[in-house]
């Protein structure tokens, strides 16, 4: 296949590139945006799509712009992951810059015409006008199942079975008309821009978690896990934000998954550090304890897909020793999760990408008048059923509140 890129003047705004019909894979305005499908490609065939894309004209694009292809991994390591490719993509870097790509088969389909025919489409795009909807919010698993298995994983962990394991729920949100997509993006950047907001196939979300990111040979990671809620009012947030710091509970579940992500990077690195202790990490409804995770990647340096692979799924959807918890999640949560808490992101034909935690999200069905939430926890030996599912309750109004809208 071939590609050719051009810089684009002026301000593009990716959300407006992706649509409702698109790819979108960004945070803080940074990352990129897809329309149309070049190749559709499963992860035994990446190397060899990623090392078949050929410039066109010899214009070699700089790092962060050029094809990419946009993924989505299970939370079950046993299933294979999916990847896009689109015909034209969009990318944005932290300094602004902007550049458009065109994918064909053929050489001779990448024209002058071609590519101009590509930008006029990918920034022709508007925001959507407002719109009405009715909704009806329900659960899809019980709440009493969901209770009867995070007293389970409390009391594997209670035993020495386990030392977390995460357990999560699922609700439906039903509309009476076919919800917009683009309006959803929106509504998320407005109150979550500072997460990695994504739109791949019908799952939408915008998740906090960076699971891995790889530029060169700089890797980063920021791990989340133990949650507070979020209330509006800074003198009780603030009180809770110090209690999520002194809780035990969240300490110690929040030390697992570091020490997993730390003990697997490491052997890929020249060299790893990390944040000594927990920093509070705010969004809009909850805050979570995260440590920051950066190093140097040591030759031959390993994709990011590869280390995806490694780190997924980390304990903080999981849990630890990682199999086990896997296994028992399976026995005893009563859904499947799909490509929850699995990964989603980008990745270029140099091995770099970004893959953020599948977590507050969505999965939309063809017609759009239906979706499917996800929300869980970290299970440890403190953990208290109910509050287990007030947190799970939070962490929904993330993609209810950009949803459901009268």
Request: proline letters at 7%; glycine letters at 8%.
């Amino acid at each position: 296949m071939f590609f050719r890129s051009r810089p684009l003047d002026g301000q593009v705004d990716l959300n407006n590139v992706c649509r409702g019909d698109g790819l979108l894979f960004v945070r803080d305005g940074v990352g990129a945006a897809g329309r149309g499908v070049a190749a559709t490609v499963d992860e035994s065939r990446l190397a060899e799509v990623l090392g078949d894309l050929s410039p066109a004209d010899g214009t070699v694009p700089p790092p962060g712009h050029g094809p990419l292809l946009f993924g989505v991994v299970p939370f079950l390591p046993s299933r294979a992951a999916t990847f896009t490719l689109p015909r034209v993509v969009v990318t944005k870097d932290t300094e602004g810059n902007a550049w458009v790509t065109l994918t064909a088969d053929h050489e001779a389909d990448l024209t002058d015409a071609a590519m101009d025919s590509a930008v006029a489409d990918a920034v022709s795009g508007t925001a959507p006008g407002a719109t009405s909807n009715s909704f009806r919010v329900e659960p899809l698993t019980p709440v009493d199942e969901y209770l009867g298995a995070v007293v389970a994983a409390r009391d594997a962990v209670r035993a020495g079975r386990l030392l977390k394991a995460v357990i999560a729920r699922d609700i439906a949100v039903s509309a009476s008309a076919p919800m917009d997509i683009h309006a959803v993006l929106l509504r998320l950047r407005a109150s979550f821009g500072s997460s990695y907001r994504f739109c791949i196939d019908g799952l939408i979300g915008a998740s906090p978690e960076l699971l891995v990111q790889v530029e060169g040979r700089t890797v980063r990671s920021h791990p989340l896990a133990g949650t507070a809620p979020r209330t509006g009012d800074p003198a009780t947030d603030a009180r809770l934000a110090a209690e999520l710091v002194a809780s035990t509970k969240n300490q110690v579940e929040h030390r697992v998954v570091i020490d997993m992500v730390h003990d697997t990077l490491l052997p890929w690195c020249s060299y790893l550090d990390w944040e000594p202790e927990p920093s509070v990490v705010t969004v809009a409804n909850v805050q979570h304890l995260g440590t920051a995770v950066e190093g140097a990647l040591s030759e031959p340096r390993p994709s990011v897909m590869t280390l995806v692979r490694a780190l997924c799924p980390t304990p903080a959807l999981g849990g630890a020793p990682s199999a086990d918890a896997i296994d028992f999640i399976d026995s005893v949560e009563p859904m499947d999760r799909g490509n929850y808490g699995g990964a989603v992101g980008i990745l270029d034909t140099r091995g770099n990408g970004t893959f953020a935690v599948t977590i507050r999200c969505a999965e939309f069905s063809t017609d759009r008048r239906s979706a499917r939430l996800f929300a869980g926890g970290g299970i440890v030996a403190e953990s208290d059923p109910v509050a287990e599912l007030a947190e799970t309750q939070s962490k929904f109004q993330a993609m209810l509140s950009a949803i459901v809208r009268p």
